[in-house]
């Protein structure tokens, strides 16, 4: 039983670089979700997908920032000219939407970008 | 909008004493969903309990607590005899019941259990 994993761990970029982050969420989960945690902040919601679809982007995700999720399975998170402010862990969870009152958020082991 | 406060921002505490953390938020929904999670220095955010708007009874787990009162939006966690495995920061979440459900966490509380 596999959980939700991510790819890279760490990564160390220059200013101005582009970065790419990988999420595959547990099988078969159809919601997915990105959110960035800052150093001695909770983390915030970047952005949702519901299968393919991205539902929903949190004002905080700049135009510098895009993602996916190609077939509904594994979501990328890709940084454009990246900015020191960017430095943060990046985490991904996803769920299974059932249909009931609630459906829990399994998080990853998130990605921590460091921007110098 | 959705808020989580969680004014403690670092407690200390020596081995089996007892330590409460605080959680007060803000919503206007009247269905809603309250967690905890803990975050270990390896960074992975490990869920420990949710409890419903509706159900205010409180919980026991082991020597985890958690007591809910509407009347003051809390939602705070007692850990009873304290162990150093304990160590970690603490977050409170807060979750609607409408759309995708996305968590509004509070800044966490980090607890540092000496020996």
């Known amino acids: 039983d596999t959980g939700v994993s991510q790819d890279p761990r760490h990564k160390i970029t220059k200013r101005g670089q582009n970065v790419t982050f990988r999420c595959d969420p547990i099988?078969?989960?159809?919601?997915l979700y990105w959110y960035r945690q800052t150093l001695g902040q909770g983390p915030e919601f970047l952005t949702y997908f519901q299968n393919e679809a991205q539902l929903e982007k949190s004002r905080l995700l700049s135009n510098r920032f895009s993602a996916e999720r190609p077939k509904g399975s594994f979501s990328t998170l890709e940084i454009q000219r990246t900015e020191q402010g960017d430095s943060a862990m990046y985490l991904c969870?996803?769920?299974?939407?059932?249909?009931?009152?609630?459906?829990?958020?399994?998080f990853g082991p998130g990605t921590r970008l460091t921007v110098l | 909008a959705q808020k989580v406060t969680q004014a403690q921002t670092e407690i200390s505490v020596v081995e089996k004493e007892d330590v409460t953390l605080d959680c007060v938020y803000e919503t206007r929904d009247t269905t809603y969903y309250l967690f905890w999670y803990k975050q270990p220095p390896s960074g992975e955010l490990v869920f420990l309990i949710r409890r419903n708007s509706f159900d205010e009874q409180n919980e026991i787990s082991g020597r985890y607590s958690w007591n809910f009162q509407k009347s003051t939006s809390s939602f705070n966690f007692t850990i009873t005899a304290s162990q150093v495995v304990d160590s970690a920061v603490y977050f409170c979440a807060l979750s609607d019941n409408t759309g995708f459900q996305k968590l509004v966490f509070g800044t966490g509380t980090r607890l540092l259990v000496s020996p």
């Open positions: 099988s078969e989960h159809n919601r």
């Open positions: 969870a996803s769920s299974l939407e059932r249909g009931g009152p609630y459906n829990e958020q399994f």
